[in-house]
């Protein structure tokens, strides 16, 4: 391998559940994947996390403290999934670092916007050797956008085909959608929850951190009132650019739905991945195009149960993992932040206005080095 052509990227997404590390090449613009590592993050440091997503919770000395942690913790992410295939730090043209997000506040209802997250670059680029580049979201932001969702430009660089309508459906802590139509166009937009709420339930009912297969929430039966209900709130009919997170949609949102029902734990899951189904399929059967090919990625790939509720609300469309277009779905979302590395470190664009709603394109990120 010649020096400094390999990207790493590192990605913890809303669901707070591991940090996932890539390793890639891009040569002739062809993404090849080298290598991957999950590095759990502890209950502790998670706890951290969530505290510092409520504002009620949080504070300087947390956000300072945890910041430290996460960025030690990334690094040696990084530094694992390096040991393990042989990379070293001058094989390294640059770590892509999403960094864990702890307030996404878009530019909507007159608030003043910002997206925080955190994951200290400096010491993650003092740790690998590496240059790093982190902060994607603010540049975006900065320009009238959304700062997310930010795969959408990458799916399209990857999947886009001329053949078919394609529509990529990541489904993490929260869902969204990158639209790909055949003349070569692109956008998207989060569709509402994806694995948040899922996972959050299930947590505090059996005391997994997620519902393996969506085993437990099958046993359950959807309560049409309540499903009703969720499938009323605001964001799902709100039009596009639009993005949201935890701040949103959380544990204490939905208990506070629930107070009018006496519901057993399990129909009550079976409705919140009804909820999650149908806000998705909703948005991509509302296309003004309609999709001929639907390929999900991110966690809600292993809930049986969720993937076998969107083939039913999708219909004729097929509905495939990314997996049939040559890139496992645990991994794609952190590859697309080697590649916003990359494109970074190219100069060249990272954002794409017809999705976040900025006023133009431009070159996202800020370099760390070692």
Same mark, same amino acid.
């Given at each position: 391998?010649?020096?400094a052509?390999?990207y790493?990227?590192l990605?913890?997404?809303?669901?707070?559940?591991?940090?996932d590390?890539?390793?890639m090449?891009?040569?002739d613009?062809?993404l090849?994947?080298?290598g991957t590592?999950?590095?759990?993050?502890?209950?502790?440091?998670?706890q951290q996390?969530?505290?510092l997503?409520?504002?009620?919770?949080?504070?300087?000395?947390l956000?300072?403290?945890?910041?430290?942690?996460?960025?030690?913790?990334?690094?040696?992410?990084?530094?694992a999934?390096?040991a393990?295939?042989?990379?070293t730090?001058?094989q390294?043209?640059?770590?892509g670092?999403h960094?864990?997000?702890?307030?996404?506040s878009?530019?909507?209802n007159?608030?003043i916007?910002?997206?925080?997250?955190?994951?200290d670059?400096?010491?993650?680029?003092?740790?690998?050797?590496?240059?790093?580049v982190?902060?994607?979201?603010?540049?975006d932001?900065?320009?009238?956008?959304?700062?997310?969702?930010?795969?959408?430009?990458?799916?399209?660089t990857?999947?886009?085909?001329?053949r078919?309508?394609r529509?990529?459906?990541?489904?993490?802590?929260?869902?969204?959608?990158?639209?790909?139509?055949n003349?070569?166009?692109?956008?998207g937009?989060?569709?509402?929850?994806?694995?948040?709420?899922?996972?959050?339930?299930?947590?505090?009912?059996?005391?997994?951190?997620?519902?393996?297969?969506?085993?437990?929430?099958? *046993?359950? /039966? =959807?309560?049409a !009132?309540?499903l009703?209900? %969720?499938? +009323?709130?605001?964001f799902? @009919?709100q039009?596009?650019?639009?993005?949201?997170?935890?701040?949103?949609?959380?544990?204490?949102?939905?208990?506070?739905?629930?107070?009018?029902?006496?519901?057993?734990a399990?129909?009550?899951?079976?409705?919140?991945?009804?909820?999650?189904?149908?806000?998705?399929?909703?948005?991509?059967?509302g296309?003004?195009?309609?999709a001929?090919?639907?390929?999900i990625?991110?966690?809600?790939?292993?809930n049986d149960q969720?993937?076998a509720q969107?083939?039913?609300?999708?219909?004729?469309?097929?509905?495939?993992?990314?997996?049939?277009?040559?890139?496992?779905?645990?991994w794609?979302?952190?590859?697309?932040?080697?590649?916003? *590395?990359h /494109? =970074?470190?190219n !100069?060249?664009?990272?954002? %794409?206005? +017809?999705?976040?709603?900025? @006023?133009?394109?431009?070159?996202?990120?800020a370099?760390?080095?070692?």
């Amino acid at each position: 391998m010649s020096s400094a052509d390999i990207y790493i990227g590192l990605m913890s997404g809303t669901s707070i559940d591991s940090i996932d590390a890539a390793a890639m090449t891009f040569i002739d613009g062809q993404l090849a994947l080298l290598g991957t590592h999950s590095q759990s993050i502890p209950e502790s440091l998670k706890q951290q996390i969530i505290d510092l997503c409520q504002p009620s919770k949080d504070s300087v000395q947390l956000l300072c403290e945890t910041d430290n942690q996460l960025g030690e913790l990334f690094a040696e992410a990084a530094l694992a999934l390096m040991a393990a295939n042989n990379i070293t730090s001058g094989q390294v043209a640059a770590i892509g670092s999403h960094g864990q997000t702890i307030r996404h506040s878009p530019p909507e209802n007159n608030a003043i916007p910002f997206s925080q997250q955190i994951a200290d670059a400096n010491i993650i680029a003092a740790r690998t050797g590496c240059r790093v580049v982190a902060d994607f979201r603010r540049k975006d932001m900065a320009l009238g956008g959304h700062g997310a969702p930010l795969v959408p430009a990458f799916h399209k660089t990857l999947f886009a085909d001329t053949r078919a309508n394609r529509v990529i459906a990541n489904i993490g802590g929260i869902s969204n959608i990158t639209v790909l139509p055949n003349d070569g166009s692109c956008f998207g937009f989060d569709t509402g929850p994806g694995n948040l709420l899922l996972d959050a339930w299930c947590c505090k009912h059996t005391g997994n951190s997620f519902d393996d297969r969506g085993s437990w929430g099958a *046993a359950g /039966q =959807r309560h049409a !009132e309540l499903l009703n209900q %969720l499938m +009323g709130h605001p964001f799902i @009919s709100q039009t596009a650019p639009k993005s949201t997170g935890r701040e949103m949609f959380n544990l204490a949102w939905l208990e506070q739905q629930l107070k009018d029902y006496s519901l057993a734990a399990q129909d009550i899951q079976a409705t919140l991945v009804a909820f999650t189904a149908q806000s998705l399929a909703g948005a991509i059967n509302g296309l003004n195009e309609p999709a001929n090919e639907v390929y999900i990625c991110g966690g809600g790939v292993f809930n049986d149960q969720l993937v076998a509720q969107l083939q039913i609300e999708l219909g004729s469309a097929t509905l495939h993992s990314t997996q049939q277009l040559g890139l496992d779905p645990t991994w794609v979302e952190a590859c697309a932040f080697g590649w916003l *590395a990359h /494109q =970074r470190m190219n !100069e060249q664009p990272g954002n %794409l206005p +017809g999705v976040t709603g900025a @006023s133009r394109e431009t070159v996202l990120g800020a370099l760390f080095l070692p």
